[in-house]
């Protein structure tokens, strides 16, 4: 079938997204995690199976704070990739360059340390990078933010965030931690399939969810905000666009076909943001005009990047950003999946359906 579409590719316990209850890790609802647990609870919840008690969450906290302190080769690489290079890329490249620093073990009984480490250590990859080339400095990675949304925020503009862009960053990385058999998580499967290492497993994501049509849909989404000057000029656009039967990034989805769970969560968040002085209210005005828009012409739910683009904006984020920010979040995830494909593995072998030639003869050269 095209796509996969339809088509169960395994088992696992991690996530369900939509059978009809939503979006839960681990049997606990998305809006719960989102609002009411640290991004490190429930990454711990992805890769242990159950939410950490405060003594477990201390310590996974505390290696992660600690990972946050890059080896000298790792940021010798670091500032080796030129300032033009895609932000994916240089993720891409670091995780490789940790992995060489910090390999794991043959029999992967070190899996769990060494995953716990990269999390700490995936802002500070784009941090430092980013400080490097475009502010022409070696920026100090320690940081008085305990929890792993405050350091992103506020090593990124070097200023104490707010409590809520805290808040909201806290719950983007829970909302993108994790969703079923999407195509990077499936890619990371089938790495991990091989008894590959965890970080062939992690480069094999980043470099599925690279693609257009996988992370970046929430930089296409504000772009397509940022354009309309007000409501009404926004709203005739999408009447042309209507015209043309041409598709809105952020709306729709290929599991959830009446309500992304996330969107509503990501809704009231930009909302939220949008009363920062730094913000500009009418671009929230704009968006929730087109989303109801489509909403009742077309029938087409918003996604989760579609508010999604909107909160990093009102944060001040680099838009090529926002992507490197989904493997920060999906990398729970992903080393969750690769964790039970490990344990319980049978190399992923489809098959295809053949559509070439018939058998034919060899030509020999001197008479084709």
């Not at 939503?22 to 939410?51: H, P, S």
């Amino acid at each position: 079938m095209s796509g996969l579409a339809g088509v169960t590719a395994g088992q696992s316990s991690i996530c369900t997204c939509g059978l009809g209850n939503g979006l839960n890790y681990r049997g606990y609802d998305i809006a719960d995690l989102a609002l009411k647990a640290d991004f490190e609870e429930v990454a711990y919840l992805l890769l242990v199976g159950e939410l950490p008690n405060k003594k477990e969450l201390k310590l996974f906290q505390d290696k992660i704070i600690e990972a946050r302190q890059l080896p000298a080769a790792v940021k010798e690489v670091l500032r080796a990739i030129p300032a033009s290079a895609h932000p994916m890329d240089v993720m891409k490249t670091a995780t490789s360059a940790y992995g060489c620093v910090f390999p794991e073990a043959e029999d992967f009984s070190d899996q769990m340390d060494k995953i716990t480490k990269l999390l700490g250590a995936f802002p500070s990859f784009l941090v430092y990078w980013h400080h490097w080339h475009v502010n022409g400095k070696e920026i100090d990675l320690i940081s008085e933010e305990q929890t792993m949304a405050g350091f992103i925020v506020e090593r990124l503009k070097e200023k104490k965030p707010f409590d809520v862009e805290v808040k909201a960053m806290n719950a983007m990385l829970t909302l993108y931690a994790e969703h079923e058999f999407n195509a990077s998580t499936f890619a990371n499967r089938i790495t991990a399939s091989t008894l590959s290492d965890i970080y062939s497993c992690m480069t094999t994501g980043i470099g599925t969810l690279k693609g257009h049509l996988h992370g970046g849909a929430n930089e296409v989404a504000i772009k397509f905000v940022l354009q309309f000057d007000n409501v009404e000029h926004a709203l005739a656009e999408v009447d042309k666009l209507f015209a043309k039967k041409e598709k809105i990034m952020g709306f729709g989805h290929r599991v959830y076909r009446e309500l992304d769970p996330r969107s509503p969560i990501g809704f009231e968040l930009a909302k939220e943001l949008k009363e920062l002085e730094t913000s500009d209210p009418k671009l929230f005005d704009i968006a929730k005009a087109i989303r109801d828009k489509v909403k009742a012409e077309k029938g087409l739910p918003d996604n989760i990047d579609f508010f999604g683009g909107l909160i990093y904006h009102y944060m001040q984020i680099e838009r090529l950003y926002y992507t490197p920010l989904f493997i920060m979040s999906r990398a729970a995830g992903w080393a969750a999946h690769a964790f039970e494909q490990r344990a319980n593995n049978r190399i992923i072998r489809p098959s295809s359906e053949y559509t070439g030639p018939e058998p034919r003869a060899f030509v020999a050269l001197a008479d084709r």
